[in-house]
């Protein structure tokens, strides 16, 4: 009767639930997986800055604040380790707004190129201090659908890499146009680059390639992990096209 059964596919619904329920299940693993190793994540990261300051704290309430050089030292790190905890929070923020899908606003069409102009203009100070000029490219009219907010994001933490990453004095170069239909932004620089082995990787939240490099530079290494879901918000394309020593060019691809 079973071998009837199998030959007349009265059994295979059955089989493919079975497998259907399987691959759930593991899914579910695999998603309790990447959340436990975030908490982790994210509780290191969160300690390390806050055990700096309260450790400096403690060491000038006994004594070393009467010298006004070493006070001064301390204060500055300080200020670094707070600064580098409220980035921390904001992007820790920004990434579970997304994941329980809190829109910001629900503006329709983007003008592309306005968007990325009110970037330019709040990086102005960073681009001044680094002397990185950025020039850009817009076709006609590129509009995109979705929201604003999350758009400026995406383009700012791909925008601030390329800064971040660019030497001193480097140029920058950003490009909005239509091809098959689709619209293709691009953010390419000239700075360190990323070697091969680490593409794979880099969208991964708190992967960097140089931690300390990247800390210097004031990152959390959240930005690429934020670029990934918004561009997944969007139903967009991420590609990534890297030399090391020679530059990189990130291109987001609407559809
Ligand atoms: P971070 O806050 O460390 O910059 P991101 O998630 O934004 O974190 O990026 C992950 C890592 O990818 C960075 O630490 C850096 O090593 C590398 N990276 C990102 N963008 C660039 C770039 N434009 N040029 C070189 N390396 C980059």
Known sequence: IIAILYTSKL??????????????????????????????????????PLTSISGFVETLQDGAAENPEIRRKFLDIIAIESARLKRLIEDILIISDIENKREVNTDSDINVREAIEEILAALEPILEAKKVSVSTYFAYEIYIGGNYDRFKQLMMNLIENAVKYSHDGGAIFIAAKKVEGKVHISVKDQGIGISEEHLPRLFERFYRVDKSRSQKVGGTGLGLAIVKHIAALFEAEIKVESELGKGSTFTVIFK
Not at 17 to 33: G, P, S, V
Request: glycine letters at 0%; aromatic letters at 2%.
């Open 11 to 48: 059994i295979k619904p059955i089989n493919e639930m079975e497998k259907q329920l399987k691959i759930t299940m593991d899914e579910n693993k695999k998603a309790e997986k990447i959340r436990k190793d975030f908490v982790a994540n994210v509780t290191h990261e969160l300690k390390t």
